[in-house]
């Protein structure tokens, strides 16, 4: 670390989008209303502590639903399901509350317009991630093309080339997205785009709040989980500008010799990170670095989506 104190900014915004919020109180309403076990389909959302925190108020997580005995209650995460899943789960006797995303469902009602529609299909995401096996999921196989990075666009088989459309996973870099739909066009100059853009607000303003306070910083901290595709991307978005960053889940994760030579840090949140944790680690700085903070404000975000009516329904049936 360099001479005098260190330097915090604070990232604005950062942790919880309005999705994240929305099926964490799914689950908790779901906690009050029939009472634990309450049983979730995959992590609810992609923070280790969210998911310890629920699971010691009686959230049972599982990865598939035959581990939901009948007469259960089964919470979707916000990440989606395929199709496959909900039928699977509509001819089980267990009670489905669906914490999806809204965002992620947008994605879901393009592409089944799109196949109405007639176009051949790609998806820009990351194999093997949940949001993605949902957004497969929602045609039969094959009916929907993964593309990954340029190079796959470049290879990428479609049956008509003047009638290809693209969607995106919603949690992208919006650097890497921009290089591939490029990429894409270069081939398909008719390519379809989405009438928004599926990357969603929260994955953008994060991402976009990162590139404005590169230029302050010479270190940059995610406080995040491995497995959140939203986090690692705040890390990417630092490291592709030459700013070395790190993605830790808690304060005790840090290392002293990531503050050689650094007179500021830049500090954030994936959108899937609880605030207690940016502030343990703001006291953890101060303590040990007598570290100053300031806030680093890139917008407000003031996006906010209710909980689902079938949770009120669910709730009156239960009476």
């Excluded at 007179?263 to 100053?292: F, I």
């Excluded at 909980?307 to 329904?313: A, D, R, T, Y």
Aim: charged content about 25%.
């Amino acid at each position: 670390m360099k001479k005098g104190k260190l330097k915090i900014l604070l990232a604005a915004p950062r942790g919880f989008c309005a999705g994240v919020e929305r099926a964490i109180e799914v689950v908790e309403r779901s906690l009050e209303i029939f009472g634990a076990p309450i049983y979730v389909r995959h992590e609810i959302v992609h923070n280790k502590h969210v998911v310890n925190r629920l699971r010691q108020k009686g959230v049972i997580f599982v990865e598939t639903l035959d581990e939901i005995p009948d007469g259960g209650v089964a919470v979707f995460s916000a990440h989606g399901v395929s199709k496959a899943i909900q039928a699977e789960a509509e001819a089980r006797p267990i009670r489905i509350i669906d914490a999806t995303c809204p965002l992620v469902t947008k994605v879901h009602l393009e592409v089944h317009r799109l196949d109405r529609e007639g176009y051949d299909i790609l998806l820009i995401g990351h194999a093997g991630h949940v949001e993605v096996e949902g957004t497969m999921g929602q045609l039969p196989p094959g009916r929907i093309r993964l593309v990954q990075n340029p190079q796959e666009a470049e290879t990428v088989h479609v049956e008509r080339s003047d009638h290809v459309a693209y969607v995106t996973q919603t949690t992208l870099s919006l650097d890497e997205t921009k290089d591939i739909v490029k990429a894409l066009r270069r081939r398909f100059p008719n390519l379809l785009a989405p009438a928004k853009d599926d990357i969603c607000y929260a994955t953008q303003n994060r991402q976009n709040t990162i590139k404005d306070m590169l230029a302050q910083i010479d270190l940059l901290l995610v406080i995040g989980s491995r497995n959140s595709s939203n986090s690692n991307r705040l890390v990417d978005v630092a490291r592709s500008h030459g700013v070395t960053g790190y993605l830790l889940d808690e304060p005790s994760e840090m290392d002293p010799a990531w503050f050689e030579g650094v007179a500021t840090v830049g500090l954030t949140a994936g959108a899937s990170a609880p605030e207690d944790l940016v502030q343990a680690t703001l006291n953890h700085l101060r303590e040990r670095y007598h570290a100053t903070v300031e806030s680093f404000v890139f917008k407000e975000e003031q996006v906010y989506f209710p909980v689902p009516k079938s949770l009120f329904e669910s709730a009156a049936s239960s009476e």
